[in-house]
């Protein structure tokens, strides 16, 4: 019984070594979490979320479930390209795409709220010197956010829970976690919940299509550096500081067009971009790269056949 349990027929059951990958992340942020409140470094977040601070945390979120993933990787003879981060085409096409496709989204999402009396670009919030500086701090600031969820949540989470489960069940259970998560945020409401769990479910998506996580990281990254820095809205409740422009949402305005305190993402246009962005991405990737399926035969029972057959398979067919 405890055979059954715990191994299945490809060896031990995915949802037991997804629970040993969030150990072995906890163990090494908790390690550093406690060490922290050890040497009583306490930052202060009372004057907003501090550029360097967002750099140290974010890398550490980021470092953690990599660390987690090269172990597993090493026992089950995986390499971090089977959880969507391989080496080749590392800020390529896929990624560079994502950027420039999440920006504009951004930007789209933005333009509509200001069509409907709901937000005002404003003017320059910052010299020459701040905007360089800030701009380079919060462009690897988010770069390196767009790494650490992307991973966490699409990466060995996703990849693995997929071969217990399959892939859009385990899709949705992860995006559901996502959003939920975001109602941990100061200023989250369940509108913007429900945005960053489809949002979740358009990475997944854009995972399948692709391949990789490339895509997704650009477009995390630059979704939120546009919405932080560039356009200064807030963020799940957040506003940054050292941001370009001084825009703002018009007193008075519907919190379902503008999002409110929660900024954009809480606001109903955000779902219209989402459905544009989920069939830009249906077009640009029409086969579904991963997880790769495999189809049998008669064949692969002959060992120089299946030896042949055993390096890269490519996956046709569509959703």
């Known amino acids: ?8 027929p490809s060896g031990i059951r995915s949802g037991w070594r997804l629970l040993v990958f969030l150990v072995l992340a906890a ?3 908790i390690t550093v979490q406690v060490l922290m409140a050890v040497l009583g470094f306490r930052p202060d977040v009372s004057h907003g979320l501090h550029v360097s601070l967002m750099i140290v945390s974010e890398s550490i979120l980021f470092l953690c479930p ?20 391989p080496a080749r085409g590392a800020f390529g096409r896929d990624f560079r795409i994502g950027a420039v496709i999440g920006f504009a989204a951004l930007t789209l999402l933005l333009v509509g709220v200001h069509l409907g009396s709901g937000f005002y670009f ?4 910052l010299g020459a010197k701040g905007i360089l500086y800030f701009g380079a701090m919060w462009g690897l600031a988010f770069l390196i956010v767009g790494f650490a969820e992307e991973f966490l949540f699409r990466g060995y989470a996703l990849a693995t ?9 385990a899709a949705i259970v992860l995006s559901l976690v996502f959003g939920a998560i975001h109602l941990g945020n100061i200023g989250e409401n369940p509108v913007g919940a429900v945005s960053a769990g489809l949002v979740g479910l358009l990475f997944c998506f ?9 895509f997704a990281i650009g477009l995390h990254a630059a979704w939120d550096y546009g919405e932080s820095f ?6 799940s409740g957040t506003v940054v500081p ?12 519907s919190t379902w067009i503008t999002g409110g305190a929660v900024g954009p993402e809480g606001g109903v246009f955000v779902f219209v971009v989402l459905a544009i962005l989920f069939v830009i991405v249906d077009r640009m990737y029409p086969g579904v790269k991963f997880p790769v399926r495999v189809v049998k035969t008669e064949l692969d029972r002959t060992p120089e056949v299946g030896a042949a057959l055993s390096g890269p398979e490519s996956a046709t067919g569509r959703d």
């Open 1 to 8: 019984m405890l055979e059954k349990i715990f191994k299945g």
């Open 27 to 29: 163990i090494p942020f």
């Open 66 to 85: 990599l660390f987690a993933a090269w172990t597993m990787g090493f026992l089950e003879h995986k390499s971090l390209r089977d959880y969507g981060l």
């Open 122 to 125: 404003g003017n320059l919030a």
């Open 161 to 169: 829970l997929a071969e217990g489960i399959g892939f859009w069940p």
């Open 206 to 214: 854009s995972f399948r299509r692709s391949g990789n996580l490339w």
């Open 230 to 235: 560039i356009y200064s809205v807030p963020d």
């Open 242 to 253: 050292g941001h370009l422009l001084n825009s703002h949402f018009q007193a008075g305005a």
